[in-house]
């Protein structure tokens, strides 16, 4: 039984940073990759970032480049995502997403077949 739990939302003013976390437990989690995902109301799920299984390919959307960073700890099975300097257009219910075993380290929600329930992040 895969189980992700996602931690680490909440209510920022804009410029302010959140750090996103993701526990894992249910199956190898070193051999999965994860992703990060958002969905703003009204609008589709869009990838922020990804990670791969040893942590050295990690894509991410043009959006939040240079702003959000996608790490993993597989001592902890934890992804976590650090977000700064976060705008009101990053206001979003954030998931977290794994493929296993890992195939393609990628930011479309397709390639990941296990999801948490979300942690919604607001910034105003």
């Known amino acids: 039984h895969v189980q992700l739990v996602e931690s680490g939302g909440g209510l920022v003013q804009p410029g302010e940073s959140l750090r996103l976390s993701c526990v894992a437990s249910g199956y190898t989690y070193r051999r999965a990759c994860m992703g990060w995902f958002r969905q703003a109301p009204g609008k589709e799920r869009e990838g922020v970032a990804a990670i791969s299984a040893g942590g050295g390919i990690t894509p991410s959307a043009d959006s939040v480049k240079g702003r959000f960073s996608i790490s993993r700890d597989n001592a902890r099975n934890t992804v976590y995502l650090q977000m700064n300097s976060l705008k009101p257009e990053d206001t979003a219910m954030y998931y977290c997403?794994?493929?296993?075993?890992?195939?393609?380290?990628?930011?479309?929600?397709?390639?990941?077949?296990?999801w948490g329930q979300g942690t919604q992040v607001t910034v105003s």
């Open positions: 997403a794994a493929d296993v075993p890992c195939a393609v380290v990628g930011l479309a929600a397709y390639e990941y077949e296990y």
